[in-house]
DNA sequence: CCCAGATACCTTGATATCGAGATAAATAGA
DNA sequence: TCTATTTATCTCGATATCAAGGTATCTGGG
């Protein structure tokens, strides 16, 4: 017989019903969890970029080319939409990225508006690295669902993700 | 009979298969959808908020003096352990909400290095309008899950967070 | 060919956050 | 009672992000 544990959310969802008994809050535990787990798992990961020299802007700009495969390169543009920043991000990413040595720009001889990134040999060697790293820390995070856990979260996650955006 | 839609995760992972096949990636695609999920949710209910005036950082503090109940009073450390910031971040977000009249300082009168917050009387009436609404933004965001899988959802979340925090 | 509108990227200014370190007050132990 | 340690909060500097607006370039219709 399993035992309901109290958690953090639990704790918020009890303080507003008894307040606002009004309000059906199961989804904000829902979303609220969700919310945290976000923000521990960051900070986890974060533990194993950091051994690398990176984080969570440089990872992801490096991983999104190098997943790419060669030659390695997309315009900033392609690069936007692939992490969901905005321009002023990326271009600020990049600025760090470049001046590190991890990424080469040059002009899109194709478009006179753009530019190609792609990753130096420095860039790459790093990548190829960190991203090994990154999926064994992955794997420890999410160790304590079974693996048909993972797969039926992953399918309810990927369900709320298709209807919103 | 149900048809599988790749999703931008799923490109991403078949990315790696290719580039990484030494790499098992499941993992990955679990925790990126999760914080896709998170980013995409933080934006849809960034709009609820900004109609009061508010955004993440403010709502939550308030949420939190609200929920506590009379006299919705907690002292910065409390608002700190239950919202996951650092002192600096708390020190900020208080002086913005007592520059827009939100919240109330005084001094702990049982602690001299301490400070009590509590809501304001428009910080009361603004938080709760604020929450309704937050609650039917809510409602609207998980509407794509049946109240089971919603409720599978919150179980596999809660499990998942209890191993990491 | 030309021009209006779209597109690619950058710049700027405002915010939010963190981490490290400072200060003042409380507390525990000799 | 003193003193060393802990605790509560703030300050400061660095960084990441966004939104709005600017410039250069491309593109499609007349």
Redesign the pocket.
């Known amino acids: 017989m399993s035992m309901a544990v109290m958690d953090h959310v639990d704790r918020i969802l009890t303080q507003w019903q008894r307040q606002r008994p009004d309000l059906n809050v199961a989804p904000m535990g829902t979303l609220g969890r969700l919310k945290r787990l976000n923000h521990v798992l960051m ?1 986890a990961m974060e533990k194993t970029w950091a051994e690398y020299g990176l ?4 990872f992801d700009v490096l991983a999104t080319l190098r997943r790419e495969g060669p030659p390695y390169a997309l ?4 690069l ?1 939409a692939s992490t ?13 990225l470049e001046k590190a040595g991890l990424i080469e ?1 040059v002009k ?1 001889p194709a ?6 990134i792609s990753l130096s040999d420095k860039g790459f060697a790093l990548i190829d690295e960190a991203v090994a790293a990154h999926v064994e820390t992955q794997k420890v995070l999410v160790s304590s669902l079974s693996e048909e856990q993972r797969s039926q979260l992953d399918a309810l996650l990927k369900q709320l993700l298709a209807n919103l955006s």
Chains 1, 2 share one sequence.
């Open positions: 900070r984080n969570d802007s440089s315009s900033p543009s392609d936007m969901m920043v905005t321009s002023g991000t990326m271009t600020h990413r990049l600025q760090q720009r899109n478009d006179g508006r753009g530019f190609l």
